[in-house]
């Protein structure tokens, strides 16, 4: 590692290991999800039991980001990255030798739970670590590792899985894990600048009441009945916990949640901004493969390659983006530009049908990728100027529940139309399942609009002046 250090700058350093931990977790992500029919054959799980591997993952991240992003300001940001990425490896391990499906599903908890700690941790540790005019160059680093990890998952996943079996695919996820920790813990370990304040524990806990309960409502209620006595339970108490979350961010000296944040325009517009992207693209990202199998016909090999055009537009926009974001004058712009090329894309993916031709499938996929490659470095970059710098793992946490949150939620809704529209037919029938994706997805796409409104509202209130702390976070850097 000294001579690593001798030759390579410890900022360089920093992005690198920040960026292999994104790629892990969003290439095992992937990579997990190609294992889960043969995890339900193996142990004979009940439908309803096994989209418990990919539930447990959004209620973790979406739930605990936002805490840990509060804490990070006195635990300390490289501390948590080091501990989440390190509990993703060993949970990985020990998944691996799970015997029973709710031992595998513990232990996928205990992944998730380190996904959750280490996730905010690296865009906040990159832009406290970068001065402003070189923040959001970093940040489309970031994006660009996620979007091979995403790229990449299935495929890498696949093989093993086909090779050596699932146990393989999470010895393979330890592995990884294990190397990217040790790099993590040589290159960030050392003492950093916490924050002396108090937690919200108040606060914690109605968000860890309400958050998870509405979270699983939602994901549930397609399968269970909308209308039934445990989904109507979960959103009761999903309801009075955010209700009471909420209340009592608004009294407590040191919340999880500022709320006054939302008196700044250009944070306001970072955060409607990504609801509106997150409404649209996961749903996209859900139905593009099941639209590329049962209507297409693709098989594996076709699937893949066809269903890359999304992660490999975003791959090369995001460096683009982040380049462009440290101009000043044109981070606001990109936030549009993104979500515009995103409405196109996902406007162009409403509209295919039964028949289409492959290249508006790969024009669609390409579009949707393209903005969010555009749009999410200058998002974030914005959201960060927005606030002052020891409050960036709050941001980050935000961004990271958020995204997920309501990347669930669109897909949800997004089913449900889908579901009501195929009217008893099969999702393998290809007429149908066109029909009913068109129609889900066409419904979805005010909310990007609205964020594109919004968003071009933004460039309007835009003065000469940075915004509010841009300065001050630059100075201190």
């Known amino acids: 590692m000294s001579r690593v250090n001798r030759y390579l700058p410890h900022e360089a350093q920093v992005i690198i290991v920040v960026c292999l931990g994104v790629f892990l977790f969003f290439n095992s992500l992937g990579s997990i999800n190609v294992t889960i029919p043969t995890i339900q054959r193996e142990f004979h799980s009940s439908l309803a039991q096994t989209q418990w591997i990919t539930i447990i993952g959004v209620v973790m991240l979406s739930t605990f980001s936002l805490c840990f992003g509060k804490a990070s300001g006195y635990l300390g940001r490289k501390r948590l990255f080091i501990i989440g990425v390190t509990v993703y490896a060993l949970g990985a391990g020990l998944a691996a030798t ?140 999903g309801i009075i916990g955010l209700t009471c979350f909420i209340l009592t961010e608004l009294k407590v000296p040191n919340p999880i949640l500022r709320l006054s944040y939302f008196r700044n325009y250009a944070f306001t517009v970072a955060i409607v901004s990504l609801i509106a992207t997150s409404m649209v693209w996961q749903p996209i990202n859900f139905f593009a493969p099941l639209y590329i199998s049962n209507v297409l016909g693709l098989g594996a090999v076709g699937l893949g390659l066809m269903i890359s055009a999304l992660p490999a537009s975003t791959f090369f926009a995001s460096p683009l983006s982040g380049r462009l974001t440290d101009r000043r004058e044109l981070g606001r712009y990109l936030v549009a530009v993104g979500l ?138």
Do not use: C
């Open 98 to 237: 799970s015997q029973s499906f709710w031992v595998l599903l513990f232990f996928r908890g205990v992944m998730t739970f380190g996904l959750s700690v280490a996730a905010p941790m690296g865009p906040a540790i990159l832009a406290v670590t970068f001065p402003a005019h070189r923040r959001g160059q970093v940040l489309g680093y970031y994006a660009s590792a996620l979007a091979v990890g995403q790229a990449t998952g299935p495929t890498t996943g696949g093989l093993i899985l086909s090779a050596w079996g699932w146990h393989a695919v999470f010895l393979t996820n330890l592995v990884l894990g294990s190397v990217v920790a040790l790099l993590v813990f040589l290159v960030l370990r050392g003492k950093e600048e916490k924050i002396a304040e108090t937690f919200d524990f108040q606060g914690a806990a109605f968000l860890i009441a309400g958050y998870p309960a509405l979270l699983v409502a939602l994901s549930l209620g397609n399968s269970q009945g909308w209308t039934s006595a445990e989904v109507l339970t979960l959103f009761a108490v």
């Open 340 to 477: 515009l090329f995103a409405l196109a894309g996902a406007f162009t993916y409403s509209r295919l049908g039964a028949h289409p031709s492959h290249f508006f499938v790969v024009l669609a996929l390409a579009l949707v990728g393209w903005g969010y490659g555009l749009f999410t470095p200058a998002n974030q970059k914005l959201a960060f100027s927005a606030v002052p710098i020891e409050q960036y793992g709050i941001i980050a946490g935000m961004l990271a529940s958020l995204g997920t949150a309501v990347g669930t939620i669109g897909t949800t809704i997004a089913v449900a139309i889908a579901e009501d529209n195929l009217q008893g037919r099969r999702v393998l029938d290809p007429v149908g399942f066109a029909h009913s994706q068109q129609t889900a997805i066409t419904l979805l796409l005010p909310a990007i609009f609205i964020g594109l409104l919004v968003a071009i509202s933004g460039i309007r209130r835009a003065s000469e002046a940075p915004p509010a702390f841009a300065t001050a976070a630059s100075d201190a850097e």
